[in-house]
């Protein structure tokens, strides 16, 4: 089993969490307004997680996801997550986030930023593109007809493959992208992002996918 870390206890933090610990692991859950705001979702979750600073579920998690607001990637702390597996989470929502403008000029994706923060971290864009609900609620068995596929990025082969066994765990399969200069391609308003696919219908539409929209 797994310890996993999560910084940002917004719906997608909370719903991974909710998948993760259906499936046997442990949750170290933590968020900007701190332990106390967490209550009542840790007592929801179970004897399986607990409530903890940012800098502590960043410690204590042996994998952690990063799902906060894009703006405020840069308050991700670094020492902590050296040489660890980051699952990225984020989408860049500049009604939100403000412009950034190398993401607007197509210069640069949301996980090469988290990457280039985290440099001694183990970046891997996954959970971005579904619904935060779906995440514990739509998973099938490995072989069904109709299994959602998710996309993981990342330039680390290791991160790669864990987030291929995290997603099969959970019912999903897994089209892997070898390059977090290609994970534009399931960024907000590419052909894949939101819309549940297969494999096959996933890959037809990361092909599609133009860098700006």
Not at 52 to 65: F, N, W
Not at 93 to 99: L, M, N, Q
């Amino acid at each position: 089993m797994t310890t996993f870390g999560i910084i940002g206890s917004g719906n997608i933090g909370s719903n991974v969490a909710r998948a993760v610990i259906a499936h046997g692991h442990d949750v170290v859950i933590s968020n900007s307004r701190g332990p106390e705001s967490l209550i009542d979702l840790v007592a929801e979750l179970g004897p399986k997680a607990r409530a903890a600073t940012v800098e502590d579920a960043a410690t204590a998690g042996e994998v952690v996801l990063v799902a906060v607001p894009l703006k405020a990637y840069k308050d991700v702390p670094v020492e902590p997550l050296k040489g660890k597996i980051v699952l990225d989470a984020n989408n860049y929502y500049f009604e939100r986030d403000g412009h950034i403008d190398a993401l607007d000029r197509g210069e640069a994706t949301t996980a090469g930023l988290m990457q280039a923060h985290l440099p001694e971290s183990k970046v891997v864009k996954a959970f971005n593109h579904i619904g935060s609900a779906e995440i514990p609620t739509t998973g099938k068995p490995a072989g069904s007809a109709d299994r959602r596929a998710l996309v993981a990025a990342s330039d680390s082969p290791e991160a790669l493959a864990f987030v291929t066994a995290l997603y099969d765990e959970l019912g999903f399969d897994t089209v892997p992208i070898d390059s977090l200069d290609e994970s534009w391609r399931i960024e907000r308003d590419r052909p894949g992002y939101g819309i549940r696919s297969t494999r096959e219908q996933l890959v037809e539409r990361l092909a599609a996918a133009t860098r700006l929209p």
